[in-house]
């Protein structure tokens, strides 16, 4: 026992000896590329220096976190120390698999990997970050699965990318809309990276058709970057008539009936029927509208109408107060004509129209030339339409958040045969022609988080903005002009109460909502149009930018299979009040 004892102590007594004894050499096996300086550096263990087991591990690890080496080892004999690295290859190629959503040139841009230098493992944490992040700003869902080195090309470095995909997508709750209709409203598709901002718009897209009272989204992920996508919607009814009395301009009792579907036989396409006839009006307005948003297979939309109606000037709608500036009840135009239009989706948010439109125009009221009034112009016209329309909005029902933009551009052609009121011999008899242009921005800002499907029903407070310009050169008849007042656009003034060649408008709203049907809008607008044809009697016009301010306050009410009805309190500059009546919220 003793001897064992002795032993035991000789070697404790050696192993001390060896911790403590100096360094008198370090030796570096195996780097090719990076400098034993640089290894020696990181290690932290100078020679000349009694490092313990201790200050070993941390020199190894050191080491190690310089990113270059596969594996690192330091062994310690007797004065020397011996520190063996494996290097990682040089990067000679980058080869990147998995990827759909993102290019392998813009994904090799963000991770940065320079070719013609030993890879950095340290580095490539990082990198992998910057790869997960550029998939979550385009809204796809990546990551980094593997990062290895090619056995056959031992200096190819090989990512593998793991991208959420569509697994299936299967609508759920449609009875009477075919199945098929709903996915070619979709840009979603099986087997493509899922997007979760081409989602929530095609949710939206869902929404804005009508066609459902409710629509809401359920996902699982099935297995990895497997997504199992269900659009569960509820059917709404489609088919509507209605038949009733109300009130105009220039009659005191207006018949009116409606029949309309925008469903038919669950594919998607409307038709609808509408008229009016007033006890002293001249003669019905009637309408047909038909509409078909996959006319062809690569989803082009039709829109087309024929139609023959009263168009008032100066006046407003039911409980409006409309003003005739020259006392003449029936004051505006009859038109016959038709319109046909197609659009066509660029990309989810992008829309771009083209359009024709045709119209005898014939003016109402008396013609004799020299009375007072307005310019009054009769004849035929004709225009092209074309548009571009960019929908960033959350909803288009009722928008919290996002942005709306379109720009339009129509030439038109007119030839005027008869012209009377302020329009003397044959001024303005012949053939004209006119291009008017506009542009329309919308911007809502929710100050609440952002709702779901469910909290359309919560109360919700959204600024609303709408700003417009319109400009119209050459010689356009008097009703193809832009007119401010009234309803859509400067409230508090009387309908149309400004005309002219240009025109500008600016609308904030401050919208809460009380519950799903009932809300309260304060708002202000500021505009007017201005280098038209002249005024008349109070109705004074300008030739230069002049601009109007109107405020008030309103109130929103949803009706059921209606819709939203909107009545409007607003405030000219002196004060004065007026009532503005429309269905449908302005934008």
Sequence with gaps: MRLWGMAILVLWATLVSAQEQVVKLITVIGAKQVSQEAILLASGIRAGEKPNEEAVLAAQEAIERMGFFKRVAIERNADELVVRVQEWPVVEKVEISGNQAISSAELTKVLAIEVGKIFNSREMVARVKSVRDLYQRKGFFGDVLEVGFSIENPNTLAIQVLEMTVNSLVPYGNKRTRTDIIERLLFTKVGKPFNRNTWQSDIRRLHATNWFDDVKSFSHESSPGRLDLVPAVLEAKTGEWSAGLATEPGSPVVGTFSIAERNLMGTGQSLAFRGAQGLKTRGPSLEVEYGNPFL???????????????????????????????????????????????????????????????????????????????????????????????????????????????????????????????LKGTTGIGDHTFLKTTAEYRAYWGLDPSRTDEGLEKSSRIFALRVRYGSLLGNAPFSEQFFVGGTDSVRGYAQDRYWGSQMFVATLEYRHTLNRDLGIVGFVDYGGAWGGYGGLSDFTQSKRMNLHIGYGIGINYKVPRLGPLRIDFGADRSGRIRTHFQIATPF
């Design 296 to 422: 062809t297979a690569n989803n082009l939309t039709l829109a087309a109408s024929i139609y023959s109606r009263f168009s008032y000037r100066f006046a407003g709608l039911g409980l409006e107060n409309g003003e005739d500036p020259i006392g003449e009840e029936n004051l505006g135009e009859r038109r016959v004509g038709a319109t046909v239009g197609v659009a066509k989706a660029l990309d989810t948010n992008t829309t771009a129209q083209a359009g024709l439109r045709i119209e005898d125009v014939k003016a109402a009221g008396s013609l004799s030339q020299g009375n007072p009034g307005i310019a009054r112009q009769s004849g035929a016209l004709a225009s092209l339409i074309f548009g571009l329309t960019r929908n960033r909005r959350d909803s288009d029902v009722a928008p919290s958040k996002g942005d709306w933009f379109k720009l339009g551009v129509e030439p038109g052609f007119s030839r005027i045969t008869q012209v009377g009121g302020s």
